[in-house]
T-cell receptor, first 113, second 117 residues
Framework: DSGVTQTPKHLITATGQRVTLRCSPR?????VYWYQQSLDQGLQFLIQ???????AKGNILERFSAQQFPDLHSELNLSSLELGDSALYFC????????????FGAGTRLSVL | AQKITQTQPGMFVQEKEAVTLDCTYD???????LFWYKQPSSGEMIFLIY??????QNATEGRYSLNFQKARKSANLVISASQLGDSAMYFC??????????????FGQGTELSVKP
């Protein structure tokens, strides 16, 4: 168990809908990262938050947004969903220090039908 | 631009034998970190081992070791005494910078390892 909790584990929804993925980082970790894993794109970095502030952005679509709350949990919001958004979404957390090992949650598998 | 290359889409190894999974990387940053993760069929991503670019010694964690050859820009994972439970997808990843400010991971395409009894 990595200590990173993601909910829900599975999500099935229809095109055009909006969903929210939730992540609770390991105790003490201030950095939260979101990644998307799909068959065609592989593992792609989406966005990083550090202590409530956005720190870095990757290939995140404008339809997607994220935030980190004062209790350090994070949410990834995906809207106007398309079939191509079907993927495994990972949250990871780390202590931003030398090394910065990222520990991943179990992921949320999103299926857009 | 930073890049990770894993040239072995799939590999087989006999149980109890050692196996090496290849990883090469490209970066212009003198400070970086290299990571290996394991993804079993259940889907979770499990951290295995980390090597910093300034580390003099190769990293080891139990049956895992990282063969770090800086001049060749390679960071191969060696798994000794393979077990059936080692069957999984293995990803090599890199982070530029020292990490004290965080930093995204760039992943390779992965190598699927199958351990034969």
């Amino acid at each position: 168990d990595s200590g990173v909790t993601q909910t829900p584990k599975h999500l099935i929804t229809a095109t055009g809908q909006r969903v929210t993925l939730r992540c609770s980082p390991r105790s003490g970790d201030l950095s939260v990262y979101w990644y998307q894993q799909s068959l065609d794109q592989g593992l792609q970095f989406l966005i990083q938050y550090y202590n409530g502030e956005e720190r870095a952005k990757g290939n995140i679509l404008e339809r997607f947004s994220a935030q980190q709350f004062p209790d350090l949990h994070s949410e990834l919001n995906l809207s106007s969903l398309e079939l191509g958004d079907s993927a495994l979404y990972f949250c990871a957390s780390s202590v931003a220090r030398e090394g910065n090992i990222q520990y991943f949650g179990a992921g949320t598998r999103l299926s857009v039908l | 631009a930073q890049k990770i290359t894993q040239t072995q889409p799939g590999m087989f190894v006999q149980e109890k034998e050692a196996v090496t999974l290849d990883c090469t990387y490209d970066t212009s940053d003198p400070s970086y970190g290299l990571f290996w993760y394991k993804q079993p069929s259940s889907g979770e991503m499990i951290f295995l081992i980390y090597q910093g670019s300034y580390d003099q010694q190769n990293a080891t964690e139990g049956r895992y070791s990282l063969n770090f050859q800086k001049a060749r820009k390679s960071a191969n994972l060696v798994i000794s005494a393979s077990q059936l439970g080692d069957s999984a997808m293995y990803f090599c990843a890199m982070r530029e910078g020292r990490g004290n400010q965080g930093g995204k991971l760039i992943f390779g395409q992965g190598t699927e390892l199958s351990v034969k009894p």
